[in-house]
């Protein structure tokens, strides 16, 4: 059974750095996309990026694009979030999500597997 386990998050002012992992368990991981959404109160869940672990291919999304950054270990099913210059709007529950099959999406019906989330808050 796939099991996603994320660690990191936690709470920043404006303008700071926090850094967010993930480790996929119970799967064939040859060719997986993982990624990162997040929820906050009130909205529907938001993509953030996502990447191939085997070819590093990334995709962003719009509202993070320089301020975040994915990255993955292929070999260790990993996959890891570095967030800088947060803002307040950042704030959300941040959920990992993997998708066996390798494509890259940014809809999140797209991912079979996904964590429990951990929150992000970012205080103005």
């Known amino acids: 059974q796939v099991q996603l386990v994320e660690s990191g998050g936690g709470l920043v002012q404006t303008g700071g750095s926090l850094s967010l992992s993930c480790v996929a368990s119970?799967?064939?991981?040859?060719?997986?996309?993982m990624g990162w959404f997040r929820q906050s109160p009130g909205k529907e869940r938001e993509f953030v990026a996502a990447?191939?672990?085997?070819?590093?291919?990334?995709h962003y999304a719009d509202s993070i694009k320089g301020r975040f950054t994915i990255s993955g270990d292929n070999a260790k099913n990993t996959v890891r979030l570095q967030m800088d210059r947060l803002k307040p709007e950042d704030t959300a529950v941040y959920h990992c999500?993997?998708?066996?099959?390798?494509?890259?999406?940014?809809?999140?019906?797209?991912?079979?597997?996904w964590g429990q989330g951990t929150q992000v808050t970012v205080s103005s």
């Open positions: 999500a993997a998708n066996l099959g390798g494509v890259v999406f940014g809809d999140s019906l797209r991912y079979g597997y």
């Open positions: 119970g799967g064939t991981f040859g060719n997986t996309a």
């Open positions: 990447m191939n672990l085997r070819s590093g291919g990334a």
